[in-house]
């Protein structure tokens, strides 16, 4: 530096601020305890790093001490023993840095852990881990192979769709299951591969069997037939066969009648009802006829003219019949007939 009065000139405040700054920042540097890593440009700059100096690993993990001067050489991969471990260096024993290396890294999360089974017993987890090993996936279900027992207040299935509780063979096979569906009829229960179909308790309260109801010997057959000792160890239909006579049928047992003007009717003990009538039909009119008594069915119905015998053209229709009446009328079928009035028979029978 040359001075003022020789000539020189004062430095500028930039630059000294600059210089400043430098070696601020490196006593900072070194009083937060940091240690450079090897530069190998800053290496190159000063030919070398000198006997003593200390780098840092890249990897963050070792030290390193120059052991000569002038020492260009990166320790992280081309050490021609010009550098030394640290640890080594400065005399820890082999068995103390077995001891550092034997250590767990926080960073492997337990995965650099030798002997986990080990591990695990040490810590007295081994029955927890055998039965997580064990215990259900809620996702997919499984098998369970002991009883199960729950002290809660329900044991449920939860959805919409149908829920069977099954009872299942080693193979598989579905020997009875249970369900009711949302909506549904009632509680289903099935004899799974054995058949006989659903045992339905109906929700209006009644209970349905596919076949028969047993009660002891007794049983209600699905056609509503009844055995039992009651009926002489026989069914119920052919007990009443043989101790009572069968109603009579037909048109037997007249238990009411009724007559008018052109007609008289009866009917029977069975509901059926017979109806005779005459009346005069003029030709070329229709005549609606109504029934003395109303049928509960549409009759067979029999008419026909009741006019003289010479007469040999006439032409009888009977139309519209139903459960009160029907409907006639006549007209000439050829020249050779006779007379314009004609008296019309008829004869009906139903329920």
């Known amino acids: 530096m040359i001075l003022k009065a020789a000539g020189g000139l004062p430095p500028k405040g930039q630059n000294m601020n600059q210089i400043l700054f430098e070696l601020s920042d490196l006593m900072r540097w070194a009083s937060t305890g940091a240690i450079n890593s090897f530069d190998p440009a800053f290496s190159s700059a000063i030919s070398g790093y000198p006997s003593g100096a200390l780098v840092l690993s890249d990897a963050g993990d ?17 050490n021609t023993g010009s550098w030394k471990n640290a640890a080594d260096f400065i005399g ?3 068995s103390v840095q077995q001891d550092i290396d034997g250590k767990l890294a926080k960073d492997q ?15 007295g987890l081994t029955e927890t881990v055998d039965c997580a090993k064990n215990a259900l996936d809620k996702r997919t279900g499984g098998t369970v192979n002991g009883d199960i027992i729950s002290q809660g207040g329900k044991i449920g299935l939860k959805g919409d769709n149908r829920k069977h509780f099954i009872l299942a ?17 009632g509680i289903h229960i099935n004899n ?17 069997a596919p076949s028969s109801v047993y009660a002891g010997a007794a049983r209600i057959a699905s056609d509503g037939n009844i ?5 002489g160890n026989q069914w119920l239909d052919a007990y009443l066969k043989k101790t009572f006579q069968p109603k009579k049928t037909g048109l037997v047992d007249i238990v009411e009648t009724g007559s008018g003007t052109g007609y008289y009717w009866r009917k029977f003990s069975d509901g059926k009802i017979e109806i005779f009538g005459r009346l005069d039909s003029t030709y070329g009119a229709p005549l609606d006829v109504v029934f003395p008594k109303v049928f509960t069915e549409i009759p067979f119905l029999f008419v026909k003219e009741n006019g003289d015998s010479e007469v040999n053209g006439w032409v009888m229709r009977a139309r519209n019949l139903s459960k009160t009446g029907f409907s006639v009328q ?8 006779q007379g314009s009035a004609m008296e019309v028979c008829y004869h009906a029978i139903g329920s």
């Not at 999360?109 to 810590?123: E, M, S, T």
């Not at 799974?192 to 349905?208: L, T």
């Not at 055995?227 to 009926?231: A, E």
């Open 62 to 78: 070792k030290l390193f001490i120059s052991v000569i001067d002038n020492n260009t050489d990166n320790p992280n991969s081309t």
């Open 92 to 94: 820890v024993s082999e």
């Open 109 to 123: 999360n337990g995965a650099d852990i030798p002997d986990k089974n080990q591990f695990v017993k040490n810590l």
């Open 169 to 185: 063979n080693a193979d598989g096979k579905v020997r009875a299951y249970i369900y009711k569906d949302k909506g549904g009829d």
């Open 192 to 208: 799974g591969i054995d058949g006989g179909g659903d045992y339905i308790f109906h929700k209006d309260g009644g209970f349905r």
């Open 227 to 231: 055995y039992g000792s009651m009926w």
């Open 330 to 337: 006549w007209n000439f079928f050829s020249s050779s007939g």
